[in-house]
């Protein structure tokens, strides 16, 4: 008895992880493959730190809801993607389009790693040429292999 | 040479300036792309009569404002006697736009807190958000009498707002 009532219980419980509500997926699996690779490049305005494709706001659900009906109508990926930005501006885009205004995004860190390397480059070449060039004498070199033989007996 | 000391400073002056400016900047204010663009057209049902509707063609050849709220957007309160303020000063009609909303809930505040719009119109899937870009309300559209966004303000509006911008904004418009 005690048996049955705890299968019973095992298996309500299952309908219950089994009940959560799933996110209403378009019927065919190609709509919902190019709904991911495209929402996955833009960016949710209610929470900007996830993409579209990620987000749970209210919003990013309408949008994935018009994204897949444009999808439907046959609309091709840039077409979609323009229709997003008509709306909202290049920010929605994670990959900005290349332009005057967004010229300093793209190449800037360039220009700030080649402006790193010239200052390395100058100093480097500026200690070497402060460094004083020191030629050994030979008395020089008999107090070196003095000391090094010193120090190989301590050791050994 | 001698002022070689203070190249780290004049940098770390730069970075803090740098990071006041980007510490001080809203950003949830997105610019929208819909500046000097003609406002979206569309038809929607109104708040008050479901029978009866409103295209914002209805208002060629005046200034009008056009503000997203709901009844579920706690900004959309606190924004709410500033509207009133702006529909009081009647220089130009408010429109609402309620959006992603239920009628009853809509209205039962309206009757709570006063209405400042001359009609709502009733987006309640937020299909004319969507054209509209909004994504966060309430936001404020100001459109001119040739039916283009001229204006787009993102948040709460401010008696601050209304009198140093809008305002003027508004006379100016309606000059020309």
């Given at each position: 008895?005690?048996?049955?009532?705890?299968?019973?219980?095992?298996?309500?419980?299952?309908?219950?992880?089994?009940?959560?509500?799933?996110?209403?997926?378009?019927?065919?699996?190609?709509?919902?493959?190019?709904?991911?690779?495209?929402?996955?490049e833009?960016?949710?305005?209610?929470?900007?730190?996830e993409?579209?494709?990620?987000?749970?706001?209210?919003?990013?659900?309408?949008?994935?809801?018009?994204?897949?009906?444009?999808?439907?109508?046959?609309?091709?990926?840039?077409?979609?993607?323009?229709?997003?930005?008509?709306?909202?501006?290049?920010?929605?885009?994670?990959?900005?389009?290349?332009?005057?205004?967004?010229?300093?995004?793209?190449?800037?860190?360039?220009?700030?790693?080649?402006?790193?390397?010239?200052?390395?480059?100058?100093?480097?070449?500026?200690?070497?040429?402060?460094?004083?060039?020191?030629?050994?004498?030979?008395?020089?070199?008999?107090?070196?292999?003095?000391?090094?033989?010193?120090?190989?007996?301590?050791?050994? | 040479?001698?002022?070689?000391?203070?190249?780290?400073l004049?940098?770390?002056?730069?970075?803090?300036?740098?990071?006041?400016?980007g510490?001080?900047?809203?950003?949830?204010?997105?610019?929208?792309?819909?500046?000097?663009?003609?406002a979206?057209?569309?038809?929607?049902?109104?708040?008050?009569?479901?029978?009866?509707?409103?295209?914002?063609?209805?208002?060629?050849?005046?200034?009008?404002?056009?503000?997203v709220?709901?009844?579920?957007?706690?900004?959309?309160?606190?924004?709410?006697?500033?509207?009133?303020e702006?529909?009081?000063?009647?220089?130009?009609?408010v429109?609402?736009?309620?959006?992603?909303?239920?009628?009853?809930?809509?209205?039962?505040?309206?009757a709570?807190?006063?209405?400042?719009?001359?009609l709502?119109?009733?987006?309640?899937?937020?299909?004319?958000?969507?054209?509209?870009?909004?994504?966060?309300?309430?936001?404020?559209?100001?459109?001119?009498?040739?039916?283009?966004?001229?204006?787009?303000?993102?948040?709460?509006?401010t008696?601050?707002?209304?009198?140093?911008?809008?305002?003027?904004?508004?006379?100016?418009?309606?000059?020309?």
């Amino acid at each position: 008895m005690r048996l049955i009532l705890l299968i019973a219980v095992c298996l309500f419980s299952l309908g219950s992880v089994f009940a959560k509500d799933a996110a209403p997926l378009a019927d065919d699996p190609v709509t919902e493959q190019r709904l991911i690779s495209i929402s996955e490049e833009m960016r949710c305005l209610v929470c900007q730190n996830e993409s579209l494709a990620g987000s749970r706001s209210d919003l990013a659900n309408d949008l994935r809801r018009e994204i897949r009906i444009l999808i439907k109508e046959g609309k091709s990926d840039d077409q979609i993607r323009s229709f997003m930005v008509e709306r909202y501006g290049d920010f929605v885009l994670y990959r900005p389009p290349v332009k005057p205004v967004t010229w300093l995004l793209w190449i800037g860190p360039f220009v700030i790693l080649g402006l790193g390397i010239a200052g390395l480059l100058m100093y480097l070449r500026r200690r070497d040429s402060s460094l004083p060039n020191v030629t050994l004498t030979d008395a020089d070199n008999q107090k070196i292999d003095a000391l090094l033989n010193a120090s190989d007996k301590k050791e050994g | 040479m001698k002022a070689k000391f203070l190249i780290p400073l004049i940098l770390f002056v730069g970075l803090v300036v740098f990071l006041a400016i980007g510490l001080n900047r809203d950003p949830h204010e997105v610019p929208s792309p819909l500046i000097n663009k003609s406002a979206p057209a569309f038809e929607v049902s109104q708040l008050a009569d479901a029978n009866k509707t409103f295209s914002p063609a209805s208002m060629k050849g005046q200034v009008w404002i056009l503000n997203v709220w709901a009844s579920w957007c706690v900004a959309c309160r606190e924004e709410h006697p500033v509207l009133v303020e702006l529909a009081k000063s009647q220089i130009a009609p408010v429109i609402g736009l309620d959006y992603k909303d239920k009628r009853e809930d809509a209205l039962a505040m309206l009757a709570k807190q006063g209405n400042p719009y001359l009609l709502s119109a009733f987006d309640g899937n937020g299909r004319v958000g969507i054209d509209y870009g909004v994504y966060g309300v309430p936001e404020t559209y100001i459109i001119d009498k040739a039916g283009v966004i001229r204006f787009k303000h993102i948040g709460p509006l401010t008696m601050d707002l209304l009198n140093q911008k809008i305002y003027p904004m508004l006379s100016e418009l309606k000059k020309s």
